[in-house]
């Protein structure tokens, strides 16, 4: 039955009412382009008959995907002339289509198979909701209960405007019956535009059945127009997400300033303060704080870790009890082993550090490997770039590296090393000791500032 479908996802038009350079479809909700929403839920009911209505080249460019077919709007002469044009393309005239618009992204695949499923001839099904503002939506206009036609927001009769339930835009019909009345629209004087809402009135008159279908929730109908809608569409999202996270068990300290924009996957007692964001694909597992202020990036996160306020994560795997900030940055292919206890102002990128090691000041470490049971003093670096190529550093288990100590890539260092403070390291060590660079400390006796010397 849903081979039966061809889905098509309306993906065009001059995106004005944005006011950006990037066309509608590539705005970002939560993260995710709109469009790739209604795509993903259209995969979810016929991967091979999915038909997107495009006139930006760039949407076809960004969204990349080659399973989908790819139709051009060349004028963006409204729905219906998107639908017309597009449906000419589609060739197995024989069944039914399923329209979707790429500016409902939150639709739900449950409401969509509510809809798709027991359609008898002569129909057309389509998604309705009330709204308690509905202003700019069609109005869906019933006569005892009948659905007699949709009027747009700037045809509406004061009457008409009173009306709460909207229409979603998502309907599904016979693709022969839609070609023929497609060809009866006629121009609409307000918006210049040809509306594929008008065929509702015309499939009344030939007494088609007109079904409306209910979601569960009011935000799976509404479109995204303007930047206001998308900012209300995103904090709706965010908070009926973060509510279903409280709900299994999660601490969430601030609603309205954390934001999930991706994929999070967590076990138990997490707790989550304000001001943190998450994006993309992260893992979490038991027992994990994240402070305020957190930004975790396209990470895996293990038991028992504690993320202190102001840090930073972005493609990182932690291990099993670690403590990471307040203000640290771990960027990309940094994998930090169990028991490890990073601080303040420590950068560190594309670097492993094995278990129970400490690096809790200052501290810049890149392409490294580092041992267990390291300590690492305040104001430690890597000098692992020589302005053209980046070079590695090794430090072996159990090396005291004092404060204020520089080792100059590529460099191996033995386990077992204490690393005086001050040291500029640019050979490898070869046994275990101590290493220092000689130093002639000298003593002025008598010293005073003269004025002059103290205001310059
Ligand atoms: C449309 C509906 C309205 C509904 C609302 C729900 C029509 C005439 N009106 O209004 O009843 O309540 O959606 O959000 O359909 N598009 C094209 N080609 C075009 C014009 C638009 O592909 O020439 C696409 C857009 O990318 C968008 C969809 O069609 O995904 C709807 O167009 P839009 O201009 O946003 O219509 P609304 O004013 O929101
Ligand atoms: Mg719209």
């Known amino acids: 039955m849903l081979d039966n479908i061809n889905i098509l ?3 065009a038009g001059n995106s004005t009412r944005m006011k950006s350079s990037i066309p509608k479809m590539l705005h970002k909700l939560s993260g995710k382009f709109i469009l790739q929403y209604v795509i993903n839920i259209a995969k979810k009911i016929n991967k091979k008959n999915i038909f997107i209505i495009y006139s930006n080249n760039l949407v076809k460019k960004t969204i990349n995907d080659k399973n989908i077919n790819w139709i051009r709007q060349i004028e963006t002469l409204g729905t219906g002339n998107a639908i017309k044009e597009s449906i000419k393309k589609i060739k197995n005239k024989k069944n039914k289509i399923l329209i979707l618009y790429g500016d409902v992204p939150l639709i739900s695949i449950k409401t969509i198979k509510k809809l798709i499923s027991n359609i008898s001839n002569k129909t057309i099904k389509l998604i309705t909701a009330k709204l308690d503002n509905p202003y700019g939506y069609g ?15 700037n045809n509406a009769t004061i009457e008409e405007l009173k009306i709460k339930e909207v229409n979603s835009g ?4 016979d693709i022969k019956y839609l070609k023929k009345w497609i060809k009866q629209i006629n121009l609409n004087n ?15 008159k030939e007494k088609f059945k007109i079904i409306t279908v209910q979601p569960k929730n009011k935000i799976e109908i509404m479109g995204i127009n303007n930047k206001l809608e998308l900012y209300n569409l995103e904090k709706k999202q965010q908070k009926e997400k973060l509510k279903k996270m409280i709900l299994s068990g999660v601490i969430i300290k601030d ?5 999930i924009r991706g994929k999070i996957k967590y076990g138990k007692n997490l707790v989550i303060d304000s001001n943190v964001i998450i994006e993309g694909k992260v893992t979490l597992g038991d027992n994990i704080t994240i402070g305020t202020g957190c930004i975790i990036k396209n990470s895996i996160i293990k038991n028992k870790c504690e993320i202190k306020p102001y840090s930073i994560l972005e493609d990182v795997i932690l291990y099993e009890n670690c403590s990471i900030g307040p203000f640290t940055h771990l960027r ?10 990073i601080g303040n102002f420590v950068e560190i990128k594309d670097s492993v550090i094995k278990s129970k090691s400490k690096i809790k000041h200052l501290s810049y470490i890149g392409n ?15 000098c692992n770039y020589d302005g053209i190529n980046k070079s590695k550093t090794k430090i072996g288990n159990n090396v005291f590296i004092g404060s204020s100590t520089q080792i100059v890539a590529p460099i191996k260092i033995v386990d077992k090393t204490t690393i005086a403070a001050g040291t500029t390291i640019i050979e ?20 005073k500032i003269s004025k002059k010397t103290k205001n310059k």
């Open 332 to 341: 990309p292919g940094t994998i930090i082993n169990e028991s490890n206890s």
């Open 139 to 153: 109005r869906i206009v019933r006569k005892e209960n009948n659905v007699i036609k949709i009027v747009e927001q």
């Open 255 to 259: 609603i309205k300033n954390c934001y």
């Open 428 to 447: 490898n060590t070869q046994t275990p000791g101590l290493i220092y660079n000689k130093k002639i400390q000298k003593h002025k006796k008598y010293w």
């Open 368 to 382: 490294s490997s580092i041992g267990s049971k390291v300590n690492i003093g305040a104001f430690f670096v890597t």
């Open 190 to 204: 307000t918006k210049k535009e040809y509306l594929i809402t008008d065929i509702i009135h015309i499939a009344y």
């Open 170 to 173: 998502i309907f599904i019909t």
């Open 9 to 11: 996802i309306l993906a």
